[in-house]
């Protein structure tokens, strides 16, 4: 029922029957869902006998700080209390329910399926078949389609999450498929494809590339990767210069909406100057002077609405859970079956999300919490893996010696996480013990702390990472 839940609420959060069908629209349906996930969450595991465990990733650490943060440096954190714990309470409660390879596999499969019946929503409505009112948004952006949707009722939003079928499609239904299932898979991209043409979104154009081409290389040898890269640079201009409005590209500067961006950017530049924890979740609002009127101007940028709203500190922590997540998706090296398939999908999904938080503002939208709860689960799974195939090959010595031997070996937690991603995820026992003994369930012990909590190269990558963001916003403001 656990994991019923946490799929009902990922197929909400997308398609978003409260907002297009008859006795639903307006009906509150997120809150109930949420309250019957936690109580079969709970009830799940006291049936099975076990604790909940709700910190066994780095991810699980990263959430929960974002959390505190979120909460502490509001004006009103009573009201940033109430309105932030549905986001974090869904993490928490996908990644319980997401508690084996196969149920992570079918949850992204049923995240292909909703994104993909987003695009046959927008598909449909070209041919007289319209459930959410997408012409009438499509009238209003000028010919440009939209959905009618709170999510989707922009252009660009709709592009940048249609577009993410690609690589989806690509990894659950054709990488090392039968014949039958590649065949869906390019059914799947023309659809795909089809949509984000009539969308005319620009960026949706430039991250789905980029998502596609690191996802493809991601396990490749190094060779591959260059030879890959370089040809993705020297040809991908050509081919997206093909797509709709991308030949704006070169003429920016005079673009209204991009200099009216630039222009909500200086001011959140302002606000995140001005106080190094920002002004507060969801408090960051743009106005600029346009034709003798005050207009209220969106950011399109997740970055830039957390930089403002939660300052340098706040921006460290959101841009440390994408590092978190990436290292989670490299540390175990090559993995097999649908452990690889679910890693690369995940991967796709973390990459498309950190390059579309440029151009779209969804920087708090429950899509972060669920991808990364996906990981998260992801990690735990690896780590008992380890755990498992440690313990099934005891080698008996004395207490006393083993013992000793893991007072000497024991492992420090900043060495267990900065290794090299070839090394797997657990550091190797002292020689001559195994999984059955004192010693080596101590050993297993002390790795899956250290492999739980954030380390301080982690706290010094995401600082890199803030810093880097800062530099590429200050740059754009500079040279655009």
Known sequence: MDYFTVVLILLIYYIRPQDWVPGLIGVGIVSPVMIVAIVTMIMRAKNEGRKLQFFRSPLDFGM?????????????????????????????????????????????????????????????????????GAHAMTVANKGRLALGTWMHNNPNALGHTVIIIVPLAYFLFFWKQSISRKAVAIALWLIAFEVVQLTESKGAVVSGFGVLVLAYILGKSKLVQILVLMV?????GAVMSLMPRMSEMSNLRSDEGVQGRLLAWEQARTASRNSFTGQGWKTFKANIRWQKMTLPKATHSGYVQVGAELGPVGLTVYVGLFWLGLRSLLRPGRLEGDEERCRRVLFALLVGFALSNWMIDRAYHMELFLFMAGISAFHRLQVSKSSNVDAAEPVHVPVGMA??????????????????????????????????????????????????????????????????????????????
């Open 232 to 236: 993705a640079f020297a040809g991908g």
């Open 64 to 132: 929960a700080a974002f959390f505190a943060l979120i909460v502490v440096t509001h004006p009103d954190p009573s009201g940033a209390f109430k309105g932030a714990l549905p986001l974090f309470a869904f993490y928490f409660v996908t990644v319980q329910a997401l508690d084996s390879v196969e149920r992570l596999r079918k949850y992204l499969m049923f995240w292909l399926i909703a994104v993909t019946t987003l695009a046959l929503f927008g598909l449909l409505s070209k041919f007289g078949i319209d459930p959410t």
């Open 403 to 480: 013992t000793s031997l893991s007072r000497l070996w024991r492992p420090q937690p900043v060495l267990a996480f900065s290794g090299s991603p070839s090394l797997g995820w657990m550091v190797p026992h002292p020689p001559g013990l195994g999984g059955g003994t004192t010693a080596s369930r101590h050993a297993v012990s002390i790795t899956q702390t250290s492999s739980s909590r954030p380390s301080l190269l982690d706290v010094a990558l995401a600082c890199a990472g803030a810093y880097a963001v800062f530099g590429i916003w200050d740059y754009i403001l500079k040279n655009l």
